[in-house]
């Protein structure tokens, strides 16, 4: 297909990568009001920490929207009413660490609020908090137009489109995936960068992820090539 007639971007999209290392804080929480308390005080690394973890885990098989507060509401203090509202934190729907801690912490202390007592985890099920430490890496991978760029998807490896997805929305609180903002602003392509930013990446794998990145990046050249040659 003759792609001659796609538009050029002025500054190329470089795709980056990151090798992720997982420290002790050395903090960890007995009951509820220790982990709100150590929850409002801790570094943004350890939100992001426990609450994307199992996306890298499960990269290949579709992970389950639980974070590790979740599970700890429900193994350790069995608390299922807890760990439920908790498991229905919508990540996506938050643009900045602060205001996912922030419901976080809510959701805590409200249920705080409506228990008669303040029970502790049994010993050796305390809550350990932890922290990513990203280290973020070129790759040898730029895109000018779409051609370029879905190719490019099909080489990056999964570590580099989870940065380009999530990293760079919330914990760099860029507000918006990497890719859509390049595609925007550089290429003109508000309709595409508009349908990668409402995509949930909470649901599908990462290798899914991608794919479904490519086929929304190959439709808009099929749609454009159509257009020229109308």
């Not at 973020?136 to 490896?157: H, N, W």
Request: glycine share 4%; hydrophobic share 40%.
């Amino acid at each position: 297909m003759d792609q001659s007639h796609l538009p050029r971007a002025k500054h190329s999209f470089r795709f980056f990568t990151h090798v992720d290392l997982t420290e002790l804080t050395g903090l960890r929480a007995r009951n509820l009001r220790e982990m709100a308390d150590i929850l409002k005080a801790v570094p943004g690394s350890v939100i992001y920490h426990h609450t994307h973890r199992f996306l890298k885990q499960h990269q290949y098989l579709s992970p389950e929207p639980p974070n590790d507060f979740a599970w700890w509401a429900a193994e350790a203090m069995q608390d299922a009413r807890l760990a439920e509202r908790l498991a229905a934190v919508d990540t996506v729907n938050f643009k900045t660490l602060r205001e996912l801690r922030e419901k976080i912490v809510a959701i805590i202390e409200d249920r705080m609020a409506k228990r008669k007592t303040a029970a502790d985890a049994p010993e050796g099920m305390e809550f350990h908090f932890m922290k990513s430490v990203s280290f973020i890496l070129p790759t040898p991978y730029q895109a000018g137009d779409l051609r370029e760029f879905s190719e490019a998807l099909r080489k990056v490896s999964v570590h580099s489109i989870y940065h380009h997805v999530f990293e760079a929305r919330l914990r760099l609180e860029h507000g918006v995936n990497d890719f859509s903002r390049w595609l925007e602003e550089e290429l003109g392509e508000m309709v595409l960068a508009v349908e990668i930013a409402q995509l949930d990446p909470y649901t599908c794998t990462l290798e899914g992820l991608r794919s479904r990145l490519i086929t929304l990046a190959e439709n808009r050249m099929i749609e454009s090539a159509e257009s020229h040659h109308a």
